[in-house]
C-alpha cells in the first residue's frame, strides 16, 4: 500500500477514535431519557423552590389589608395575582404595588361578550371614564357600600326642634339664606343621620355644628333627618356662582357613578348635591381637597381638582332641580 494512502486512513481512523472517546464526554447524561435532548432540567425545576407564598403568608405583616382582603369579596383573588410572586419578600425588597389599575382590574372585569360572567362586569368608558380604578374602590375590599341607616324620625317633633335650634343658619324651610351654609330641604335623610352623628361623635367637626350636634340625643337626629328631609328643595337654588356650568357638566361625569348624572345619587347615605349653594359646595370640595374634612372616597376624588374645577362643579350642581330628589318623601 503506497504510505500516502496509508497516512489517509490512519488520519480518519484516529478521527474516528477521537469522535468516539469524545461522544459520550460531550452529550449530558439524560441524552434520550426524555426521548429528546433536554439537559438535565427537569429535576433542576423540580428542585426549584415554590415562588408564590399564598395569603396567610402577608397576614402577619399587612394585618390591616388581609383583614379588609379576607372581609370582602375579592378574597377569591389572592395577593400575589396583583402584587406578583412574594418569595424572598420582604427580605429582598418591597413588592410593586400596580400602578395601573385601569389595567389591571379591566383583565377581569371589562364586560366583553366572549367572557363567562363568573364575576361582576363593567362598560369600562360609562362606567369610570378615564378614571383610575382605585379612586373610588379600594382594591382590598372593593365593595362601595351601599347600606343606609334607617330613618324612623318623627317630623313634628323635628320641625319644632329645627324652629328652635336650627332655623337661624339653615334657614325656616330648610333653604339656607347663607351663600356658603348648606340648605337642608330635601336632603337624603340616611345622609342627615349620618353627617349628623358624625359632628357629634368628632369624626366630623365644624365650629358651628359641633356643639349644636353634642347636643342632640341619636332621637332628635332621628326626628331632625326625618324633617328636613320631608321639606320641599323648590327654592334652594340661587346663590352667587362664579364658575362656568357649562364645563362643570363635564367634569361631573366623573362623579356621576356615585352623585348620578344632575347631583341626585341612587345611595341615600351619600348626599344630594343638585340644587345645593353654590358657596357651600365650593367650600366643601376644598376641605376634602385639603383633607380637612374626612371621606376616603371624597379625598382621592377631590385630589386632582383645580380652583377653577371646584367652581365649575359648583355652579353646575347649584344650577340642577333638585325636585325628583326625595326618596319618597316628596311634598310639591
Ligand atoms: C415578614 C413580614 C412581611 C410579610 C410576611 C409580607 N410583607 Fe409585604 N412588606 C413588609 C415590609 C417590612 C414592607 C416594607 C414597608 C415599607 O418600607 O414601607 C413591605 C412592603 C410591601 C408592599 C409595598 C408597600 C409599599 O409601600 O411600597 C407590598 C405591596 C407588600 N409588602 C405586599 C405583601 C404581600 C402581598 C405579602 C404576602 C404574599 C407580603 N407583603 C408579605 C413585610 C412583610
Ligand atoms: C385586586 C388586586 C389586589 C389584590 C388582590 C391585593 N392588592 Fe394590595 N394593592 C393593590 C393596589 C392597586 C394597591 C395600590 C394602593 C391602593 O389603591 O390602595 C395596593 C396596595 C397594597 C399595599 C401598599 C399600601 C400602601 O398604600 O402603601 C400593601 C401592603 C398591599 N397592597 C398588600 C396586599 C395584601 C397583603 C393583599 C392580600 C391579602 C393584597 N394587597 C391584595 C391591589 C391588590
Ligand atoms: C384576577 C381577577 C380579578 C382582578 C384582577 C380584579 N378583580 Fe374584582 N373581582 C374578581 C372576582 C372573581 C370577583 C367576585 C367575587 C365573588 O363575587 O365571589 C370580584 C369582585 C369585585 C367587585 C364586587 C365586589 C362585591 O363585594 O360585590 C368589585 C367592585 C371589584 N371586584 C372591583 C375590582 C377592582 C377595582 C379591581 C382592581 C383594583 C379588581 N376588582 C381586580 C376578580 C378580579
Ligand atoms: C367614579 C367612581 C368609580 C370609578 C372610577 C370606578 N368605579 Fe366601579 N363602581 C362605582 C360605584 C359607585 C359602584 C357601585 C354602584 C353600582 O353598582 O353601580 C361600582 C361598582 C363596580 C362593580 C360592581 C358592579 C356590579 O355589577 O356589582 C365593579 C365590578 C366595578 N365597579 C369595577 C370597576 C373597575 C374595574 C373600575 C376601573 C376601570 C371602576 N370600577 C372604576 C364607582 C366607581
Ligand atoms: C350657627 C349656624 C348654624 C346653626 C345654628 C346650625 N347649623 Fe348646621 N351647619 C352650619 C354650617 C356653617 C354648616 C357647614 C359646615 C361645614 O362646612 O362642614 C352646617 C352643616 C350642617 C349639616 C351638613 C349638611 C351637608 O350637606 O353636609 C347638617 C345636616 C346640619 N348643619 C344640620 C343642622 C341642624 C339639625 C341644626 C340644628 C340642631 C343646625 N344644623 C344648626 C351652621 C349652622
Ligand atoms: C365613590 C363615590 C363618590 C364619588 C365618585 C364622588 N363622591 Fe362626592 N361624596 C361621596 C360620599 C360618600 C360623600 C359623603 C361624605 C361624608 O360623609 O363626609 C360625598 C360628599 C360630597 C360633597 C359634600 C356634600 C354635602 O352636602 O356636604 C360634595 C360637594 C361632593 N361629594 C362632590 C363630589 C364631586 C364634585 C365629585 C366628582 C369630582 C364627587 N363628589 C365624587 C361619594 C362620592
Known amino acids: 500500500m503506497p504510505k500516502h494512502i496509508f497516512r489517509l486512513l490512519a488520519l480518519i481512523a484516529a478521527g474516528l477514535v477521537v469522535a468516539a472517546i469524545a461522544k459520550p464526554l460531550l452529550t449530558d447524561s439524560s441524552?434520550?431519557?426524555?426521548?429528546?435532548?433536554?439537559?438535565?432540567?427537569?429535576?433542576?425545576?423540580?428542585?426549584?423552590?415554590?415562588?408564590?407564598?399564598?395569603?396567610?403568608?402577608?397576614?402577619?405583616?399587612?394585618?390591616?389589608?388581609?383583614?379588609?382582603?379576607?372581609?370582602?369579596?375579592?378574597?377569591?383573588?389572592?395577593?400575589?395575582?396583583?402584587?406578583?410572586?412574594?418569595?424572598?419578600?420582604?427580605?429582598?425588597?418591597?413588592?410593586?404595588i400596580p400602578k395601573d389599575t385601569a389595567k389591571l382590574c379591566t383583565l377581569c372585569h371589562e364586560a366583553m361578550p366572549e367572557r363567562p360572567r363568573t364575576q361582576p362586569q363593567i362598560q369600562v368608558a360609562k362606567h369610570a371614564g378615564g378614571q383610575q380604578c382605585n379612586v373610588c374602590h379600594n382594591p382590598h375590599a372593593p365593595k362601595i357600600a351601599a347600606a343606609a341607616t334607617k330613618v324612623t324620625g318623627n317630623e313634628a317633633a323635628g320641625k319644632e326642634r329645627a324652629a328652635a335650634a336650627c332655623a337661624?343658619?339653615?334657614?325656616?324651610?330648610?333653604?339656607?339664606?347663607?351663600?356658603?351654609?348648606?340648605?337642608?330641604?330635601?336632603?337624603?335623610?340616611?345622609?342627615?343621620?349620618?353627617?349628623?352623628?358624625?359632628?357629634?361623635?368628632?369624626?366630623?367637626?365644624?365650629?358651628?355644628?359641633?356643639?349644636?350636634?353634642?347636643?342632640?340625643?341619636?332621637?332628635?337626629?332621628?326626628?331632625?333627618?326625618?324633617?328636613?328631609?320631608?321639606?320641599?328643595?323648590?327654592?334652594?337654588?340661587?346663590?352667587?356662582?362664579?364658575?362656568?356650568?357649562?364645563?362643570?357638566?363635564?367634569?361631573?361625569?366623573?362623579?356621576?357613578?356615585?352623585?348620578?348624572?344632575?347631583?341626585?345619587?341612587?345611595?341615600p347615605a351619600w348626599p344630594i348635591l343638585a340644587g345645593q349653594k353654590p358657596g357651600y359646595l365650593a367650600n366643601v370640595l376644598k376641605a376634602f381637597k385639603a383633607g380637612l374634612r374626612k371621606d376616603p372616597m371624597m379625598a382621592s376624588v377631590s385630589r386632582g381638582l383645580s380652583e377653577n374645577d371646584i367652581a365649575d362643579l359648583a355652579a353646575y350642581y347649584a344650577a340642577q332641580s333638585c325636585q325628583s330628589t326625595k326618596q319618597g318623601k316628596a311634598k310639591p
Open 31 to 96: 441524552f434520550y431519557r426524555y426521548g429528546h435532548y433536554r439537559a438535565d432540567s427537569v429535576p433542576e425545576i423540580a428542585a426549584q423552590e415554590p415562588v408564590y407564598q399564598t395569603p396567610s403568608y402577608c397576614q402577619s405583616c399587612h394585618t390591616e389589608r388581609h383583614a379588609q382582603w379576607s372581609a370582602s369579596n375579592h378574597k377569591t383573588v389572592v395577593c400575589e395575582v396583583c402584587h406578583g410572586a412574594a418569595k424572598g419578600h420582604p427580605q429582598n425588597g418591597k413588592l410593586p
Open 168 to 267: 337661624g343658619c339653615h334657614g325656616a324651610d330648610g333653604i339656607s339664606p347663607n351663600d356658603t351654609w348648606p340648605s337642608l330641604a330635601g336632603q337624603n335623610a340616611a345622609y342627615l343621620v349620618r353627617i349628623l352623628a358624625a359632628y357629634k361623635s368628632g369624626d366630623q367637626t365644624d365650629a358651628a355644628m359641633t356643639p349644636l350636634a353634642q347636643a342632640l340625643s341619636d332621637g332628635d337626629i332621628q326626628d331632625l333627618a326625618a324633617y328636613y328631609a320631608g321639606l320641599s328643595c323648590k327654592a334652594t337654588s340661587g346663590g352667587k356662582v362664579v364658575g362656568d356650568a357649562d364645563r362643570g357638566k363635564l367634569l361631573a361625569k366623573n362623579c356621576a357613578s356615585c352623585h348620578g348624572e344632575t347631583g341626585i345619587g341612587s345611595n
